[in-house]
């Protein structure tokens, strides 16, 4: 108050000029303030860095069986390879941060789409949450709490076992998390499901980060694509500019202000006291892949100043498919095919591949060509291509079925009893009890079977391909060729495993 007097004294003995400056200044402010008053809310709350209350209005944050307990969860995207490579990024992050990671169910392969980070176009953080959380508890409840998970279509045993990361499953989590037995939504009647989905939807907007962060509860990553580059232990500055930043062309075209900045994971979420003690910690998505000398979000290839994450990346280069799969695939090959064939991975339809016909078609017929000097005839060729079958005719695809005496051409479908086995197989991984109650309601256990059908038909074509003894012609930029190739590196079906399973 001392202050103000002798402000206002000093503002007494000015001019009358100074004086109207003076006023001028003040209504300034005074329209300033009012303007930001007015506009203060529609500020989107998640700008702010941390909103306590909100304890009040989600009990979970004030539980006590989060105490102590410190998750990373993530929403997967887009088709399984994509999800697969994002989940192994997850495993890394939980890793050198040490937080359990919360296994997600696989999602369809059009539930969600995250866009184009080279293009700078990519769905936000806590839209892209959202729409996956939405998506989980739908099919969830659509499956009756029957359905697959990473965990069931992916064999971890490895990385268990080597205690290098701790995971709980997305069920378990949303039971801890909400409060809530995902068993009620899957049997409840109608009365309680609106109930239920209230409060679903109250975790997952939470979760999302719509409602900002709260201290010692959330943190949700808006860190994106467009943004970051994640590292660790890299020499290169925290914080230092990315060799990929947007073009000029790009930045006037679509009015672009990110710059892409590289930071060390570890120093910006574990020696952040007010991050490392939150309970989850939200990311948005995971997925990298290599673009123009840099990676489009996570460039953690190796780690030699530490051995036990060192030792992680080198087992995460290659999960294998979990044990029912890998024997379905292998069955098709030596019962179905049974003499060595060559596998052509085809992807024609989806995204940019549609257009890329020609140069698909050419890799495949060079590759035909070049076999066909030295292999009896006629060469037995495995096809797995999002074509449909009734759709070849025209095609490079529809050539080589009219040559029935050079080349056998082989197919794998859903209605295949060697399928059916592979997606009771998948339900029965996380699920067996609850199979138990629907033994005697075979319609009903059936139906189950067929949901993941689609799902157990792509991952045993991926085996059946690695298993090719004359090759294998995979689609250039398909995240699915990438993960034959793996497979095929990594001995999946050599000769010598071929009679294991």
């Known amino acids: 108050m001392e202050a103000a007097s002798s402000s206002r004294s000093k503002w007494k ?5 100074k004086r109207s400056k003076f006023s001028s200044l003040s209504l300034l402010s005074v329209f300033c303030f009012l303007l930001f008053f007015l506009s203060y809310k529609h500020i989107p709350i998640s700008r702010f860095p941390s909103v306590k209350s909100l304890t009040l209005r989600f009990p979970q944050c004030d539980s006590k069986t989060l105490a102590g307990q410190r998750f990373l969860w993530y929403p997967p995207h887009s088709g399984f390879s994509n999800q697969l490579s994002e989940f192994k990024n997850a495993i890394l992050m939980a890793a050198i941060l040490n937080r359990t990671l919360v296994v997600p169910p696989v999602l369809d392969h059009h539930a969600v789409a995250l866009g184009s980070c080279p293009k700078f176009r990519v769905t936000g953080p806590n839209e ?5 959380w939405n998506n989980s508890i739908e099919l969830i409840r659509f499956r009756r709490c029957i359905y697959a998970s990473m965990a069931d279509v992916i064999d971890l045993s490895e990385i268990v076992s080597s205690s290098l990361v701790r995971m709980i499953d997305f069920e378990a989590f949303v039971a801890r998390w909400c409060g809530l037995d995902l068993n009620l939504l899957c049997f409840s009647g109608p009365d309680n499901e609106s109930s239920l989905h209230h409060q679903l939807r109250q975790c997952g907007s939470l979760l999302s980060g719509d409602h900002g962060n709260v201290d010692g509860c959330l943190y949700a990553v808006q860190d994106d694509c467009r ?3 994640w590292t660790y232990q890299q020499d290169v500055e925290d914080g230092a500019l990315d060799s990929f930043q947007p073009d000029e062309q790009l930045r006037k075209k679509k009015n672009i202000s990110y710059v892409r900045r590289r930071k060390d994971v570890y120093n910006t979420f574990r020696l952040d006291s007010g991050v490392d003690s939150a309970s989850v910690l939200a990311f948005g998505s995971l997925f990298t892949a290599p673009y123009k000398g840099s990676e489009s979000y996570i460039d953690i290839h190796e780690a030699p100043k530490d051995l036990r994450i060192q030792s992680l990346i080198e087992k995460l280069e290659y999960l294998p498919f979990a044990t029912g799969i ?3 695939g292998k069955d098709f090959a030596q019962n179905a095919i049974k003499d060595e064939f060559l596998c052509a991975q085809l992807r024609l339809l ?5 257009n890329h016909w020609k140069s698909t078609f050419l890799a495949l ?3 035909v060509e070049m076999i066909k000097k030295d292999v009896p005839l006629p060469i037995n060729i495995f096809v797995m291509t999002d074509l449909p079958e009734r759709n070849w005719s025209g095609s490079y695809l529809g050539d080589l079925a009219k040559e029935d005496r050079t080349f056998k051409l082989h197919v794998l479908r859903e209605n295949e009893d060697v399928i059916r086995r592979a997606a009771r197989s998948l339900l029965d991984a996380g699920h067996s009890e609850k199979l138990q109650s629907y033994l005697h309601n075979q319609d009903t256990l059936q139906n189950m079977i067929v949901e993941v059908l689609p799902e157990a038909l792509l991952y045993v074509q991926e085996v059946t391909c690695s298993c090719a003894s004359l090759g ?3 689609t250039s930029g398909s995240t699915i060729a990438e993960n034959i190739e793996f497979m095929r590196k990594h001995g999946t079906c050599s000769p010598n495993n071929l009679t294991k399973l």
């Open 13 to 17: 003995k000015n001019s009358p000029l």
């Open 128 to 132: 892209i949450r959202m729409a996956v």
């Open 227 to 229: 943004s970051t580059v």
């Open 326 to 328: 890998i024997k379905a």
């Open 350 to 354: 989806d995204g940019q591949f549609k």
């Open 365 to 367: 017929k060079e590759k």
């Open 472 to 474: 294998f012609v995979g």
